[in-house]
């Protein structure tokens, strides 16, 4: 199926880290539902909507870290699992947050790129957050995991797809990391140390052209439909 891409005004997330008034937040979240359901329908809708109710309880509670952490990865580990070349007729494709709830699933890359997102416009600072490419071990493939550090002494906590419970990566024997990145830097790892650091994240193109798409609030139509 051909892509079709459909423009929507505003984006509450941006919205969110530019310090947009609460009053703006809300009427982006109603066109945000508006465009989900016109590339979507209505059960994508629904999901939608309760992603931004999601966002705005964290918001107006003030939940710490760690609630936050767990109340985004139990969130959108209910989306499915679907390959890009299913769901998108391509091999590679990182959909932005609304895209994967728009689709009601995806691939590795869109769970950990919509957590992370997610964990961004909740207040959790970039510098705690890394998203990590790995080997899953037990499953001989490449996966994409969130990474949380407390502090920047600690252990990470990795929010993963493919097993609910948040633990710390001491206890995640099963992935070998590759490379992080964050909004600014990479690193390659280094066993199961922090990394090294490498430049800018900028140098993923796959990175940039999500980050582009968000900037441009662009939704994709997939392939297949899960709804």
Same mark, same amino acid.
Not at 123 to 139: I, N, S
Not at 158 to 175: E, H, M, Q, S, V
């Given at each position: 199926?051909?892509?079709?891409?459909?423009?929507?005004?505003?984006?509450?997330?941006?919205?969110?880290?530019?310090?947009?008034?609460?009053?703006?937040?809300?009427?982006?979240?109603?066109?945000?539902?508006?465009?989900?359901?016109?590339?979507?329908?209505?059960?994508?809708?629904?999901?939608?909507?309760?992603?931004?109710?999601?966002?705005?309880?964290?918001?107006? *509670? +003030?939940?710490?870290?760690? $609630?936050?952490? /767990?109340?985004?990865?139990? =969130?959108?580990? !209910?989306?499915?699992? @679907?390959? %890009?070349?299913?769901?998108?007729?391509?091999?590679?494709?990182?959909?932005?947050?609304?895209?994967?709830?728009? *689709? +009601?699933?995806?691939?590795? $890359?869109?769970? /950990?790129?919509?957590?992370? =997102?997610?964990? !961004?416009?909740?207040? @959790?600072? %970039?510098?705690?957050?890394?998203?990590?490419?790995?080997?899953?071990?037990?499953?001989?493939?490449?996966?994409?995991?969130?990474?949380?550090?407390?502090?920047?002494? /600690?252990?990470?906590?990795?929010?993963?797809?493919?097993?609910?419970?948040?633990?710390?990566?001491?206890?995640?024997?099963?992935?070998?990391?590759?490379?992080?990145?964050?909004?600014?830097?990479?690193?390659?790892?280094?066993?199961?140390?922090?990394?090294?650091?490498?430049?800018?994240?900028?140098?993923?193109?796959?990175?940039?052209?999500?980050?582009?798409?968000?900037?441009?609030?662009?939704?994709?139509?997939?392939?297949?439909?899960?709804?």
């Amino acid at each position: 199926m051909r892509p079709i891409y459909h423009r929507l005004c505003g984006l509450a997330l941006l919205g969110a880290l530019l310090g947009v008034p609460a009053w703006s937040l809300d009427e982006q979240d109603s066109n945000m539902r508006a465009a989900v359901q016109s590339v979507y329908g209505p059960v994508a809708a629904g999901r939608l909507a309760q992603w931004r109710s999601l966002i705005r309880e964290g918001q107006n *509670a +003030g939940w710490n870290e760690q $609630e936050t952490i /767990s109340r985004v990865n139990a =969130f959108f580990n !209910r989306l499915a699992f @679907v390959d %890009d070349i299913k769901l998108w007729a391509q091999n590679d494709y990182w959909a932005t947050p609304m895209e994967f709830i728009g *689709a +009601g699933g995806g691939d590795c $890359e869109d769970f /950990s790129l919509a957590k992370y =997102f997610s964990l !961004r416009e909740l207040g @959790v600072p %970039d510098e705690k957050l890394r998203l990590v490419y790995v080997k899953a071990l037990e499953l001989n493939q490449f996966h994409m995991v969130v990474a949380y550090y407390p502090t920047p002494a /600690s252990v990470p906590l990795i929010l993963d797809n493919l097993k609910p419970n948040i633990l710390p990566a001491t206890r995640r024997g099963d992935l070998a990391p590759v490379y992080s990145f964050n909004g600014e830097h990479l690193w390659l790892m280094k066993e199961r140390g922090r990394g090294e650091l490498a430049g800018d994240s900028s140098r993923l193109s796959l990175w940039n052209e999500v980050r582009h798409r968000l900037d441009r609030t662009q939704l994709r139509r997939p392939a297949m439909n899960l709804n």
